[in-house]
């Protein structure tokens, strides 16, 4: 199986720039679709953007869109999520996911630990 680890997260003022990092290790990622999801406190874990095998095809969520720009790197195993224009309300845990069913089927199998990123306003 992939074994999955996020990376950059952190506390920055609204209106900055992060990019987080999904580094896959265990198996080569070139065969799953990835994905980023985020959980607020007291909120469900929520979709925020995800990407095909082989970064062809992207899907973001409406509160992103023009904000956030995913990708991959499958010789470097590693998966991206670049966020600008940070607001408070993208204070959340960020996790990688990933997965060899369908995109269709928009369902992930694995997941990462997760790392939090906080914007202040």
């Known amino acids: 199986q992939v074994l999955l680890e996020e990376s950059g997260g952190g506390l920055v003022q609204a209106g900055a720039s992060l990019r987080l990092s999904c580094a896959a290790s265990g198996r080569a990622i070139s065969t799953y679709h990835m994905g980023w999801f985020r959980q607020a406190p007291g909120k469900e874990r929520e979709f925020v953007a995800a990407?095909?095998?082989?970064?062809?095809?992207?899907n973001y969520a409406d509160s992103v869109k023009g904000r956030f720009t995913i990708s991959r790197d499958n010789a470097k195993s590693t998966m991206y999520l670049e966020m600008n224009s940070l607001r408070p309300e993208d204070t959340a845990v960020y996790y990688c996911?990933?997965?060899?069913?369908?995109?269709?089927?928009?369902?992930?199998?694995?997941w990462g630990p997760g790392t939090q990123v906080t914007v202040s306003s």
């Open positions: 990407i095909n095998w082989n970064g062809v095809i992207t």
């Open positions: 996911a990933a997965t060899q069913t369908a995109w269709s089927a928009g369902r992930f199998d694995y």
